[in-house]
C-alpha cells in the first residue's frame, strides 16, 4: 500500500493529556487533510494544508492543531480541549493544489480515551 | 455552502439484483461530485468521479444537475461490493474551493 501513512493504528488518551497522531506522504502531493470518522456522521475535515508552512481550518477544527512544516509530513495533535475525541481520524493527500482532485487515504488511527 | 446528503444509511440486496445509493448535494456553482468507498480492512478509496463518465467494477454516476443527485448505480450487485460508500463534493473552480465535502455515508450489503 505505502504511499500515505499513519502511526500509531492504535492510540490511548488520558484526560487532560495532549496526543499527536502522524501522517506521512511519499506521494509528492502538495495537499494533505486530516478528518475524523464518527458511525453515523460520515467524514469531517478538521484541518487542510494546500502547501508547506500554510494550514486552514475545517469544520470541525475546536480542539485539534496541525502543522506542515515538510510537504511530507501533516502531524495532528489532539488537545485536551478536545472533549470528545473518541475517533477514527483519517489523512489523506491530493496531488492538485487549489482543487481537490481525488484523495488518496492512509489506513487510519483509532483514538481511545482512558 | 455546501452539503451532501445521502438520506439512507443501510442498503440491503440479494445477489445479482439492481443497486442504486442515492446522493444529492447543495452547491452554488458548478460542482464536482465523486463517489469513494471502504471496503472492510481496507482504505478509503475513490470509486468514480463525475467528469470522467467511467464505469469502475460495474457501478456508473449520472451527474443530474436539475435533481442537483449523483447517484451510484450497478445492474447486478455481487457479494464483494458490500462495503461503505460515501458521496463527496468539491468546486470546480480553482482555488475557489480546497475541500471535499462528504455525505455521511450509506452501507450495502449483499446476501448471497
Known amino acids: 500500500d505505502g504511499g500515505i501513512t499513519q502511526s500509531p493504528k492504535y492510540l490511548f488518551r488520558k484526560e487532560g493529556q495532549n496526543v499527536t497522531l502522524s501522517c506521512e506522504q511519499n506521494?509528492?502531493?502538495?495537499?494533505m487533510y486530516w478528518y475524523r470518522q464518527d458511525p453515523g456522521q460520515g467524514l469531517r475535515l478538521i484541518y487542510y494544508?494546500?502547501?508547506?508552512?500554510?494550514?486552514q481550518k475545517g469544520d470541525i477544527a475546536e480542539g485539534y492543531s496541525v502543522s506542515r512544516e515538510k510537504k511530507e509530513s501533516f502531524p495532528l495533535t489532539v488537545t485536551s480541549a478536545q472533549k470528545n475525541p473518541t475517533a477514527f481520524y483519517l489523512c489523506?493527500?491530493?496531488?492538485?493544489?487549489?482543487?481537490?482532485?481525488?484523495?488518496?487515504f492512509g489506513p487510519g488511527t483509532r483514538l481511545l480515551v482512558l | 455552502a455546501q452539503r451532501v446528503t445521502q438520506p439512507e444509511k443501510l442498503l440491503s440486496v440479494f445477489k445479482g439484483a439492481p443497486v442504486e445509493l442515492k446522493c444529492n448535494y447543495s452547491?452554488?456553482?458548478?460542482?464536482?461530485l465523486f463517489w469513494y468507498v471502504q471496503y472492510s480492512r481496507q482504505r478509503l478509496q475513490l470509486l468514480l468521479r463525475?467528469?470522467s463518465r467511467e464505469s469502475i467494477k460495474g457501478f456508473t454516476a449520472d451527474l443530474n444537475k436539475g435533481e442537483t443527485s449523483f447517484h451510484l448505480k450497478k445492474p447486478f450487485a455481487q457479494e464483494e461490493d458490500s462495503a461503505m460508500y460515501y458521496c463527496?463534493?468539491?468546486?470546480?473552480?480553482?482555488?475557489?474551493?480546497?475541500?471535499?465535502?462528504f455525505g455521511k455515508g450509506i452501507t450495502l450489503s449483499v446476501r448471497p
Open positions: 489523506a493527500s491530493s496531488m492538485e493544489r487549489g482543487r481537490v482532485g481525488t484523495q488518496y
Open positions: 506521494l509528492n502531493h502538495d495537499a
Open positions: 494544508s494546500q502547501i508547506v508552512n500554510d494550514f
Open positions: 452547491y452554488s456553482g458548478s460542482p464536482e
Open positions: 463525475h467528469i
Open positions: 463527496a463534493l468539491s468546486g470546480r473552480r480553482t482555488g475557489a474551493n480546497s475541500k471535499l465535502t
